[in-house]
């Protein structure tokens, strides 16, 4: 549909030789520019759905395998944190539509508050992260390198989870595999956090050009695009979220 | 150049901030509910011997995919754009479905031994 | 060869290589480094897949050495796994995924469509890096005792068994898939975006169609290795069971992910490499592809049959039975647009103007050769007689026709016809003749003895055999000599073509594309002015009319 009026606009604006700045050389148009870019991000997020797609297949076969195991994995989660982090990511979410929306509409001072925002709760989550690994680690929850499995063979240690959800002890040999649990905890929300983590890089860079003006002056390709990465990032939280943490809660 | 601008601007959707702030609401509203539905035992299915759904993580999935679909289409632009960029969202659920659902295929018929 | 040729060059005594182009535009090492010419960029990659494709046969030499004998006399047989298993990744990952696309595909495909560049130049740039850095790693994985995984990286071999660097190979492997990813991106992008007014889609080029394809697997297909590569890493480090059955993983959800991507990448290899024979074929036969539809669909189809086959991978690994007999059937579905390839080449060539150019000799070549290597394709699809053949020499046999038969083949077809477009030389006639026929011979030595060596039952993978085999290894490693002068000739007289080959004028093949109606070599900008396209592809009345006018306004 776009690719035909693309071409179509090539030809007329072709006749009078004006390029914006910020038009690369190689573009006929602004507007095929944005298509190709924008297209480009997208196919860039499809890669990414099938790198994650990899690990969501372990971890569907494995919790299949071992879903008790899975369970008593998942308990040692707080709820409060998962639920916290993802209202924070989903916010962020939101902050990020309202940059591109300041973009579009050329209000700097709103794109600089909506990107200060989205940088923040990028940190935040980050931080909530941080705490719940921190956890994890002092309770030799961390496969491979600070482990035990006690927890999961004798669940009355563990007080404060074992009030809540009275969980059996595993037998030995399903035990062990709470360790798989973790390391596809692990794998997933640290590749999450990676992403996260570029994605406040990024931010950062942009929040730095922005007060240059940079992207209130009709070219907000790079705002929008980022936008795209950034909902994808939430995306996979909003999966990992109840694959992780609500596994059984009952 | 001021022309090409405008060009630009009219060719892409402006999603005004209330659509925004309701698609927000509709994700946190469902966020407490897959959080609330967890906490349920919502009991399972027993569709052929050996192969039993339970809703639990049907219910939870469901929900992730309504707010993914939110996202999507709202956040990202999908419901305003070009087919070509539905059609490459589409790819991707679809391959990703392939992946997963030819794998299963695998695992799920092992049971059933040979013939 | 024949007195009929279609060749036809400027007079040699006044011809000039065009002044500004796009190797004389700029100079020095900083101007190549830093370039977003896609030119420039195919330029790169193909110094360096050349490169590692001597490397990689370089060890398929030593390989065939060993096997002369049925002792494992000339290495340990350790060595020899190390050797056979950096040939599979080097010749897999930095020679045949990148070997169309990223260097023809990335001289070709902005000219085909009318642009000016790809359409995210730096992002080129990137790839072209980031398969530099996977090539360093690779080579440190070789210099600092290499890997013995084979190319599969089979779990848990890979992860708990052996001692050798799986975890540089793999991560270089990592790095070269984004390559990968990269250049299939930019294409896409490209031909959706880029393409100049009038360049509808059954305008384009079959070659388009074809890189097209392929790229919907490299961009779908890669990620899944990538991830499946960095949980066998970590397997490694941190001795976490997702694949290794003695921690609790599963080794066939190793097989399946490696799989999803690692079918699919033969379709990589080999589509870019049919596109290449569809212009090379009509070139010289002066006609239309027969049915430019059904061959340019069946190209999108072999795409997306692609996903659904990868089990045929893994008949004897303990998968389902059902499974098997679903992914078999549809293994056979492959088969169809691939037949329609075949058949609408030969149909294409049927009432032709035939020539014989070294690209045709190669298509040639890579008509006979694909169609065993996929006709025995079909045998191994088959989950009965697959579980006879497969880790036999019949397998090795197999893939050997469709890679190195079809798209070393097709490879070779590509930079010859190219060659011209790209040096603004030709490459000497004669003697390239003699190296595709000389390849062709020697391909069918080496390879075809295997077909029957599977078929007695000859495992692959093993440094000695049974003295009864060796008849045969003696008649493959001897083919394999040959073989290896047909690839040492190309590289000499092309490199001799450099300086010493006739001016080549802008279109000495009369072909149709648009790549042939700019200069030779291009412009940085490939046209002086963005072309309008206003015939079907391969119209060679078009392109007569067309050289009738130039010459009435001359």
Known sequence: MSDSTVTANSVEVDTHHEHPSYQRHHFETVAQQFDATNFAMWLFLLTEVMFFGGLFTAYLILRN?????????????SIFWGTANTTVLIISSFTMAMSVWCAQMRRKGGLLLFLTLTFVLGLVFLGIKGIEWHEKWVKYHVPGLHWSEATFLHPQTDTEVYAEYHDRPLAPDMASKTEQYFFLYFAMTGMHALHM????????????????????????TFVENFGLYWHFVDIIWIFLFPLLYLISRY | MNQQHEQTDQEHHVVSPFLYLTILLCLLVATGLTVWASYIDLGEWHIASGVTLFWNPVIALAIACTKMILVVLFFMHIKYSTKLT????????FTFLALISMTLADYMSRAWGRW | MSAATIVTLPDQATARIPKMNFLSKENGLLSWLLTGDHKRIATLYLISITFFFFIGGALAGLIRLELLTPQSDLMAADTYNKVFSMHGLIMVFFFLVPSVPATIGNFVIPMMVGAKDLALPKINLLSWYLYIVAGGMMLWTMATGGVDTGWTFTTPLSTHYLNSNVISAGLAVFVAGFSSIFTGLNFIVTIHKMRCPGMTWFRLPLFVWSNYAASILMVLGTPVLAITLVLVVLERTVHIGVFDPSMGGDPLLFQHLFWFYSHPAVYIMILPGMGVISEVVSTFSRKRVFGYTAVAFSSVAIAVFGFFVWAHHMFIMGISNYAALVFSLLTMLVAVPSAIKIFNWAFTLYNGSITFETPMLYAFGFMGLFTIGGMTGVFLGATGTDIHLTETYFIVAH?????VGGMLMAFLSGIHFWWPKWTGRMYPEKVSQLAALVTFIGFNFTFFPQFILGTLGMPRRYAAYPPEFQVLNVFST???????????????????????????GDNPWQATGLEWQTQSPPLTENFPEIPIMDHEAYDYEWLDRQQRKEVASV
């Open chain 3, 399 to 403: 893939f050997h026709f469709v890679m």
């Open chain 3, 478 to 504: 001897a083919g394999a000599t040959i073989l290896g002068v047909g690839y040492l000739l190309p590289i000499l007289y092309l490199t001799w073509s450099l300086k010493y080959g006739e001016i080549a």
């Open chain 2, 86 to 93: 539905k059609l490459t969202v589409i790819s991707g659920v």
């Open chain 1, 65 to 77: 395998w071992y879903y008790p195991a899975f369970v008593e994995g998942s308990h040692q989660l």
């Open chain 1, 197 to 220: 983590v570029i994605g406040i890089g990024i931010l950062g860079f942009m929040l730095f050009r922005a007060r240059a003006g940079a992207y209130t002056e009709g070219h907000y």
